[in-house]
């Protein structure tokens, strides 16, 4: 170790810094390598320290250690000399993995033996100068001297960075002479001009403009087109960290770019096990979308590769639910598609000695320190023969595994490729009795669909470099996994198997229950697909696992609904109101307008007759300090009407609650004194039922055992859901079909509920009108 630090330090690394250097194995070996290429061209002592600086910062840097000793070799010969040379030569490497090198092109990319001279740099830095003279005097040395540097450094790539900083501060002082006190004062920033509250609700809003999302002025299309993500180009997969290249990978990317014509392709590959949640909205719109966005393709891959878990319930509205938000599906695909030649490829891995089957049993199995398998050296010809008779079905399911020969990142080492299941296959039947793991499948089928980009969450993360080993493996075309961050929500739980308990013990009804975050149960809620797409493009395509608030959701709902839903008048609790100076055979039509702000937007009728039915609420028998609504001595407009009514007799019942209301009527425009409010009203009404929903758990996070010791079947919020059995509402929604969705009036927004049948409606409560502080 000793000699190893001396090493360093004698290329000018301090003591610390080779000290840190010696903790990390890999660059130690490769900086001792550098250094000994470089001792072959100058001699034991003939590195110093602007050449170690050099080498250091290479090795560092280098992905490809192949190219240590060229890039070495060329350090030590002084070829390589600035930082800038080095970027260049390093990006050059990269994007020429396969030998041989152009030498000619190389040197010639890394300005090898360019000299800019001093006469260079001075006529070059003068250009600048001139071009800016005029704003230089006038601005003097508040101006921004980056500038100059910039465009000094742009016309002469090659040159010192501070040859030409000093320069341009030589020419800069000849031209404006000494900074005087007036230089030296600070520059005061203007004032920005107030933004209108109606130009920061315009910021805000988030609407659809030719089908693409429009978040904070920045659309999902945009967030996902071109080098915005920093993602490889078609083709050029050898380009990302981490990426192996073999002898093959060129021709194998060469094949690829004849079959996709260099177009990007995704996949959105759930697993049909259970209902899409909000969670996927965001990968389906960022697979579906990256691709959309970029003029590319996106499969719809079944990964149905366990069959004891998938019914084709879930196939179903997996397929209903991308369609629902927006996306239509190049091709679908299963994985089971590919049954056959996944099985010939393990075949083919087993003979390449990459793969071999194990007897060890799941439990063994389990965990990071599972023991090695001593089945692992066995001879490929025997596990061949051992895995065939795993595929005739001559083992029980637990008693054999094919298993791959490496460590995932995460420290697992040699996971299952292949295991045994005795269980029907709903499209393949029993033709099959061993079946893939996703491990296994996912990059390989990505292979056979030719996909560019696999976009995964993050948590797949730990499986990149087992993807790339597996596609190396089999010496078959590589796609490129990147990793993005998932989306979770507050107060609720995804997990199919917590749904399953929920519905199970009868929590919820289903998988479509209105207070669960899955996509067909935000949807019955009444959620429109462009506002769980708005939410997305709010969300953005970040790296980092997002948590949010239910209610940020809502917020996009109450923007799309606002323009979209159309007015109705509802009455949840029923108070009659009999009008006693209008005929009780008298009845006219009040025209409502669906769009009160936009009465061009139409306008539908409702009967006004001598009977009216109120909310209980809107009524208060004694009069109470801020209360605006009808009292015996307060008089009430009603909505849309025309109408003021003033109380005459408050009838009750037996117990003394309030069952009618006797009231007189006039013309609004004929009334003492406007009435301090106008309140939503029925007549003829249709009875109806309406289901009000909360939060289904009381706490944020139900799943964390310190939040909720107890578990999450013990954090039910017992009022989640209110079913009012006698609503009443407006005859205009009679003809309404199941998901019309309306805004009743003062009350909320509201979706007719599957339920529903020709005697009576039933509405679910989207969301309320306003954001509930309390839910902050």
Not at 285 to 312: M, S
Not at 390 to 415: I, N, Q, S
Not at 676 to 685: D, T
Request: aromatic fraction near 8%; hydrophobic fraction near 35%.
């Amino acid at each position: 170790m000793a000699d190893t630090v001396t090493l360093f330090t004698s290329i000018g690394l301090s003591e610390q810094k080779a000290k840190e250097t010696l903790k990390n194995e890999a660059l130690t070996s490769a900086l001792k390598d550098a250094i000994a290429q470089a001792q072959v061209v100058n001699g034991a002592t003939g590195v110093d320290k602007a050449m170690g600086t050099m080498l250091y910062s290479m090795v560092s840097r280098l992905k490809d250690t192949k190219r240590l000793t060229f890039l070495a070799d060329h350090i030590a010969r002084h070829k390589i000399c600035t930082e800038l040379q080095l970027a260049a030569a390093l990006e050059f490497v990269k994007n020429h993995p396969q030998d041989p090198i152009n030498q000619a092109e190389f040197e010639n990319v890394c300005g090898v033996g360019v000299v800019i001279t001093p006469e260079q740099i001075e006529e070059a830095v003068e250009v600048v100068i001139n071009k800016h003279k005029e704003l230089l005097l006038r601005e003097r040395y508040r101006y921004n001297m980056g500038l100059l540097m910039g465009e000094s450094r742009a016309a002469l790539k090659w040159a010192d960075g501070k040859i030409i900083k000093n320069e341009v501060d030589v020419q800069v002082l000849h031209l404006l002479g000494a900074k005087t006190e007036a230089d030296l004062e600070k520059k005061t920033k203007p004032q920005k001009a107030k933004t209108s509250e109606s130009e920061v609700k315009a910021k805000k809003e988030e609407v659809a403009v030719n089908g693409e999302v429009q978040s904070e002025g920045k659309s999902l299309m945009e967030q996902l087109r071109g080098e915005a993500l920093k993602f490889h180009k078609t083709g050029e997969n050898y380009k990302t960290e981490g990426y192996v290249v073999t002898p093959n990978t060129m021709d194998l990317l060469k094949k690829h770019m004849e079959i996709t014509g260099g177009q990007i392709r995704t996949r959105f590959p759930p697993e049909p096990n259970g209902i899409l949640h909000i969670g996927h909205a965001k990968a389906i719109n960022f697979n579906f979308g990256y691709a959309k966005a970029n003029d590319g393709i996106c499969f719809l891959r079944y990964d149905d590769t366990n069959p004891e878990k998938e019914e084709e319930k879930y196939f179903t509205a997996i397929k209903d639910m991308v369609g629902w938000l927006g996306y239509e599906p190049y091709q679908i695909t299963h994985a089971s598609d590919n049954f056959q030649r996944l099985y010939d490829l393990a075949v083919d891995l087993v003979r390449r000695g990459h793969a071999y089957v194990c007897h060890q049993r799941g439990e063994e199995l389990k965990g990071h320190n599972a023991p090695p398998s001593p089945w692992r050296e066995r001879p490929m010809e025997e596990s061949l023969v051992l895995f065939q008779r795993m595929k005739k079905g001559l083992f029980a399911e637990g008693e054999a595994t094919l298993r791959m020969k490496m460590v995932m990142e995460d420290g697992k080492m040699d996971p299952v490729a292949y295991r045994i299941k005795y269980t029907p296959h709903h499209r393949t039947g029993d033709a099959w009795c061993i079946y893939p793991t996703y491990d296994y499948t996912h990059c390989l089928c990505d292979s056979i669909e030719n996909i560019t980009h696999s976009l995964c969450t993050k948590e797949f993360q730990a499986r990149r470099s087992s993807y790339f080993w597996l596609c190396n493996a089999l010496d078959v075309y590589c796609p490129v996994q990147w990793e993005y961050g998932r989306l979770n929500l507050t107060y609720t739980v995804v997990s199919k198997r917590k749904i399953i308990k929920l519905v199970e013990t009868g929590v919820v009804r289903d998988w479509d229950d209105p207070r669960l975050f899955t996509l067909t149960a935000l949807r019955r809620r009444g959620f429109p697909s462009v506002a769980i797409n708005n939410f997305c493009a709010r969300v953005g395509v970040t790296v980092a696992q997002v948590t949010m608030e239910p209610h940020l959701l809502e917020a996009c709902v109450r923007d799309v609904l606002n323009d979209t839903a159309p007015r109705a008048m509802a009455v949840l609790e029923p108070l009659k109101v009999t009008i006693t100076n209008r005929s009780a055979d008298l009845k006219s039509d009040v025209q409502v307008p669906n769009f009160p702000a936009d009465e061009a937007k139409g306008s539908h009728v409702v009967p006004f007759t001598n009977i009216v039915f109120i909310e209980q609420s809107d009524f208060r028998e004694v009069m109470e300090k801020g209360y605006k609504r009808l009292t015996p001595d307060q008089p009430v407009g009603l909505r849309h009407a025309g109408y003021v009514i003033t109380v005459q007799k408050v009838i009750k019942d037996a117990q003394g609650k309030v069952v009618e209301l006797e009231v007189s009527c006039c013309v609004s425009t004929e009334a003492k004194e406007k009435p301090k409010a106008f309140i939503h009203w029925v007549s003829q009404p249709l009875k109806c039922e309406v289901r009000l929903y909360e939060r289904l758990f009381l706490h944020k996070n139900p799943e964390d055992p310190s939040e909720v010791p107890g578990g999450f079947l013990s954090d039910i919020n017992p009022h989640s859901m209110e079913v009012i059995v006698s609503a009443l509402v407006d005859r205009s929604v009679a003809g309404a079909k199941v998901l019309d969705r309306f805004q009743f009036e003062r009350m909320g927004y509201f979706s007719l509920d599957p339920d529903s049948t020709a005697d009576k409606l039933v509405f679910n409560r989207t969301v309320t009108l306003k954001e509930d502080p309390g839910k902050i």
